[in-house]
């Protein structure tokens, strides 16, 4: 069974490819069966993606997608399907929290929901079988019943390594993660829904052995592919055992500059330092709101702005360069919530930075608080998920408020610019929106993955 895997750009097409596929792609390998993959670029026109799909002669074609890749890859998917009788899955966080929407549009004839490598290769063996696709754990099959979900596969050590070529990695720039599930309750973010989703059958929460990590860069190493690592969990930080042990081996063993992931709550001085000495170049830190009663009563997020003067200190001490991240327009923010945010990110003075407007993705708990009070339009769905406005509609706090502050969030961007490299560079910026990567000069823009 051949399975092609197309990577849908929306906006930029910089990132790397969703990871989801690459776990996929190399899971289905070892099993026999052949991937290919394309990315449907911004500059692709629908009919030369048709082609590509067609050219490619596949008996499934699979979809990562998160709510901002909804709007295109349906387009995408309609027009491919007019001209292939293939079957159709989509993955990843739309169609696992909104299996229903997806598998009522034309042209999918399958959701995954959660994890997709066990799945994917039952469904791909039972296709090439001619076998009977509709009882198939995890794989929804549009006019069936919702599937029960296997249990986490374990021990994620037993995968093997990412699928390279799926990725669209440049530079030598690669992406790795060492963990799946993370232990928050904040309510804006879906990966703490994994663990919801899981919570009656299995431990979601799971992570990589030390050696299994370093193998998988060793190999990278001797392929001559490892200049910069960037470790994609959402928070690396977490378990300083595991963290301080793995400084240890990879600063003696490896030492190349990797970036990543934290939460001001998960790392102190000592730690930070030892993530110096083992290679670390930068981290991103989420900021959010800077109004702490949003981030108490609305985020679940209960940490100080102190605390965030403290690590940012911390971390520049240690050498370690700063990315942070701003949230605008949230449930319950008001104008002087919003005036605490820019104040407390121009005293923060970090250059590298990303201000977004919130958008309740399906799945999250303020998805649900924003469709039970009214907040969330009807057609949400067939509006961009962009993060440069709002599609709500927020008592006290209008889209004229949210943009004034985009607004200023740009200028003070284009001030920290000129200041550190000058007019020139900060009059390049003027025009990019709030993904901190429009803004940084790093290695493949580097890799942040905002």
């Known amino acids: ?21 690459g776990f996929i792609a190399s899971y289905l390998r070892q099993h026999g069966h052949e991937v290919e993959f394309f990315r449907a670029t911004l500059d692709d026109s629908t009919a030369s993606i048709v082609e590509r799909a067609v050219a490619a002669a596949p008996g499934l074609i699979g979809l990562s997608l998160t709510t901002r890749q909804w ?50 290769l039952d469904l791909a063996n039972a296709l090439a079988a001619g076998a009977a696709t509709d009882a198939i754990a995890n794989v929804w099959i549009r006019g069936g019943r919702r599937p029960p979900l296997r249990t986490p596969f374990e021990p994620l050590d037993a995968l093997p390594f990412m699928a390279r070529d799926v990725l669209d990695e440049v530079h030598g720039v690669v992406h790795l993660t060492t963990q799946r599930g993370c232990p928050f309750p904040c309510t804006y973010c879906a990966a703490r829904m994994y663990n919801q989703l899981y919570a009656e059958i299995g431990e979601y929460g ?56 934290a939460r001001v709550e998960t790392v102190n001085e000592k730690l930070l330092h030892e993530l110096r000495a083992a290679g670390c170049d930068q981290i991103t830190y989420g900021v959010e709101s800077c109004s702490e009663r949003v981030r108490r009563e609305v985020m679940r997020r209960p940490v100080g702005n102190d605390r965030f003067r403290d690590v940012f200190r911390w971390t520049r001490e240690a050498g370690i360069r700063l990315t942070a991240n701003f949230m605008l327009g949230l449930p319950g923010e008001s104008r002087a919530d919003l005036q605490m945010t820019v104040d407390l990110a121009e005293e923060l003075a970090v250059v590298d930075f990303g201000y977004f407007v919130f958008y309740p993705y399906p799945g999250t708990a303020l998805f649900h608080l924003c469709r039970d009070r009214g907040y969330l339009p009807a057609d949400y769905l067939e509006r961009p998920a962009n993060h440069r406005e709002t599609i709500l509609d927020l008592p006290g706090l209008g889209q004229d408020d949210i943009g004034e502050f985009y607004d200023r969030f740009t200028d003070l961007r284009r001030r920290l610019y000129e200041a550190r490299y000058g007019a020139q560079v900060a009059a390049g910026e003027r025009d990019g929106d709030g993904d901190a990567s429009a803004a940084t000069g790093h290695v493949d823009e580097l890799a942040i993955r905002a």
């Not at 092609?4 to 969703?18: G, P």
């Open 1 to 21: 069974m051949r399975v092609l895997f197309i990577e849908v750009d929306t906006e930029r097409s910089w990132a790397v490819a969703s990871i989801g596929p």
């Open 206 to 261: 799971r992570r990589r052995s030390h050696q299994n990590v370093l193998d998988e860069l060793f190999a990278l190493r001797a392929a001559g592919k490892l200049a910069y690592v960037i470790f994609l969990d959402d928070t690396f930080t977490i378990n300083h055992g595991w963290v301080r042990e793995f400084c240890k081996v990879y600063g003696r063993e490896l030492a190349t500059p990797f970036s990543l992931h």
């Open 71 to 120: 709007l295109r890859s349906r387009e995408l998917v309609a027009a491919i399907r007019a001209r292939l009788d293939v079957p159709v899955i989509a993955g990843g966080l739309h169609p696992t929290f909104s299996p229903e929407v997806v598998l009522a549009t034309p042209g999918f004839d399958y959701a995954c929901l959660g994890e997709g490598e066990a799945a994917m």
